[in-house]
């Protein structure tokens, strides 16, 4: 399969982003909750699957989508050579649920070169559900996204997902899957 790069659009957190060490990360060194790895993470609901309150689950998160770089919010393997790639042919569309996008901007700026940044498009819908609109608004037909709910809503809509494969996706759909960035890159190029 050899999707065109202008037909594809990419969730942030979870897979151009590994939201999830940094959340584990500051769980531990904030909140001193240090026994609980990403495989522990089985359902996109922490609270659900990990012995944290929700008010704490929260002040992480909020503090990693106010300021990602003072968290400490490393890209994902691959994720910023493979992007840079398809910034040479086409822009990129980054479509999250956050609800501000300066931040993902900030990041984007911190971990590529200018050049790239100028040819990526951050769109924040502030809603994990609001995703479809913006991505036909976009005329992308290809989406990779760590949430199986968000993925099979986008099929259920004509769009293509690619689960991007995180603990918290599996057994939760019958839907196409990438492992990695490398996987990504094998359907583009």
């Given at each position: 399969?050899?999707?065109?790069?202008?037909?594809?659009?990419?969730?942030?957190?979870?897979?151009?982003?590994?939201?999830?060490?940094?959340?584990?990360?500051?769980?531990?060194?904030?909140?001193?909750?240090?026994?609980?790895?990403q495989e522990d993470i089985t359902n996109f609901e922490l609270e659900n699957c990990i012995g944290i309150p929700r008010d704490n689950i929260e002040a992480i998160f909020n503090d990693i989508l106010l300021d990602s770089?003072?968290?400490?919010?490393?890209?994902?393997?691959?994720?910023?050579?493979?992007?840079?790639?398809?910034?040479?042919?086409?822009?990129?569309?980054?479509?999250?649920?956050?609800?501000?996008?300066?931040?993902?901007?900030?990041?984007?700026?911190?971990?590529?070169?200018?050049?790239a940044v100028e040819k990526i498009c951050i769109v924040a819908t502030g809603d994990h559900n609001d995703k479809v609109r913006?991505?036909?608004?976009?005329?992308?037909?290809?989406?990779?996204?760590?949430?199986?709910?968000?993925?099979?809503?986008?099929?259920?809509?004509?769009?293509?997902?690619?689960?991007?494969?995180?603990?918290?996706?599996?057994?939760?759909?019958?839907?196409?899957?990438?492992?990695?960035?490398?996987?990504?890159?094998?359907?583009?190029?």
């Open positions: 399969m050899s999707i065109p790069t202008h037909k594809i659009g990419f969730d942030f957190d979870g897979v151009i982003a590994d939201t999830a060490e940094a959340f584990i990360r500051l769980a531990c060194k904030n909140y001193n909750y240090c026994t609980f790895s770089l003072t968290t400490g919010l490393q890209p994902m393997e691959g994720a910023v050579e493979t992007l840079c790639q398809i910034t040479e042919e086409s822009q990129v569309t980054i479509i999250t649920a956050r609800p501000i996008h300066q931040p993902v901007f900030d990041w984007l700026d911190h971990f590529f070169p200018a050049p913006h991505i036909q608004q976009h005329g992308i037909e290809y989406f990779v996204d760590d949430r199986a709910e968000t993925c099979m809503q986008l099929a259920s809509e004509g769009i293509t997902p690619f689960v991007f494969s995180q603990p918290w996706n599996q057994g939760r759909h019958n839907l196409q899957t990438v492992a990695n960035w490398k996987e990504v890159n094998e359907l583009l190029f």
